[in-house]
């Protein structure tokens, strides 16, 4: 096979920023994906309907000419969220789900939720109205191995917090191990998974073994290889519950190569390429669709897109090393093997 005609992708976890950086990268997700869950951790963050009105705004004015990219906005769970400003924002379709960071798990996470008993009229709300909560989970016990982290939240945090809020609808972003595989295959309807591109790609010698490569440094830290080929396996499944968020997370190379550097991949100009590649790996390219442009939008309750993208295999494609922001240079996330896949158009 060396053309593959798919629905138009959506990413289902997607990191735009705001200002220079937001003009610069919003055109590379808006190239190849319809629409996108728009993540809220700015500084400070989006966490009031009027916030996320405002930011919405602020990425339709940073839209490229003639595209029809569609931002699907969050909001930013706080002890301190209020019922009816959330209620009012979910009838309206302003928001389209919650995002829970706990307090000091990753970036900008200082305003998230220290005790969970806090957010629980919140969380029965949004289980009331069917609002999805999307979840950074991992547990910030500086005692908890940091490779862990993600397992010891699944048992200790996500497992008590659905016993509680039955019908509580949950989307665990970005999973790493094995072990969030498991629970998400067995979890029911109301639970699924998003798995991002890089995580498909690298596990934690591609971070640390033969020096320390800062580019490949995100939250969840990429673990073992075992866990890697358990997301391999988990993306191309077919299962409906396993769907792409790419959490492409664009920090300025000067932010990322400091002493003390930023977490995140930078993804969203080469993930058609990279998942194309990795599916066809697997004898799986027939799955692509699904991953890419069918399972989310049926958890998240809204059509496919309608319109087609076709990508064509020859030639490795040469995608530039990163893009240019009026602030400096983001690096483009390496995946560290030939691309033969390009969309096109
Ligand atoms: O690697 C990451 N980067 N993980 C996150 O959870 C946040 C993200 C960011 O905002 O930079
Ligand atoms: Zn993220």
């Known amino acids: 096979m060396d053309r593959l005609t798919l629905r138009r992708p959506d990413d289902w976890h997607l990191h735009l920023r705001d200002g220079a950086m ?29 916030d996320a009105a405002d ?25 301190d969220t209020q019922v009816p400003d959330l209620r009012a924002a979910a009838e309206i379709g302003l928001v389209t789900a919650v995002k829970l960071y706990p307090a000091g798990a990753t970036t900008n996470s200082a305003s998230g939720v220290k005790d969970f008993t806090k957010v629980r009229r919140v969380l029965e709300n949004m289980a009331q109205i069917g609002l999805p909560l999307c979840v950074h989970g991992e547990v910030t016990d500086p005692e908890v191995d940091i490779f862990d982290r993600e397992a010891v939240f699944i048992e200790r945090v996500l497992d008590p917090i659905r016993r509680d809020i039955p019908g ?14 498991d629970y998400v295959r067995d979890g029911g309807d109301d639970l699924a998974a998003t798995i991002t591109t890089h995580h498909l790609v690298i596990n934690r010698n591609h971070i640390l073994a033969g020096g320390i490569r800062p580019h490949y440094y995100c939250l969840p830290v990429a673990k073992r290889e075992v866990h890697r080929k358990a997301l391999v396996a988990a993306a191309t499944s077919g299962e409906a519950r396993f769907f792409l968020g790419t959490d492409s997370a664009p ?49 998240y309750r809204v059509e496919p897109n ?15 090393p990163g893009i240019l922001t009026e602030d400096g240079v ?3 996330f390496d995946p560290g093997f ?6 096109e158009g």
């Open 22 to 50: 937001l003009k610069a990268v919003l055109p590379e997700t808006a190239r190849h994906f319809a629409r996108a869950l728009v993540m809220p951790n700015l500084v400070p963050p989006v966490v009031t309907a009027a």
């Open 251 to 299: 920090h300025l190379d000067a932010a990322k190569l400091m002493p003390c550097g930023c977490a995140g991949c930078f993804t969203a100009t080469n993930t058609l390429s990279i998942l194309a590649e990795m599916f066809e790996r697997e004898g799986a390219l027939e799955r692509l669709e699904g991953f890419t442009s069918l399972h989310g939008a049926a958890f």
């Open 55 to 79: 930011y919405r705004d602020r990425i339709l004015a940073a839209k490229p000419r003639g595209s029809d990219f569609r931002p699907l906005m969050t909001l930013y769970l706080t002890e």
């Open 338 to 343: 030939p691309l033969h896949w390009r969309v």
């Open 168 to 181: 509580l609808r949950v989307v665990m972003e970005h999973i790493t191990t094995a072990d969030a595989v």
């Open 306 to 320: 309608d319109a087609r993208i076709v990508l064509s295999k020859g030639e490795p494609v040469r995608y530039p």
């Open 330 to 332: 983001v690096t483009m």
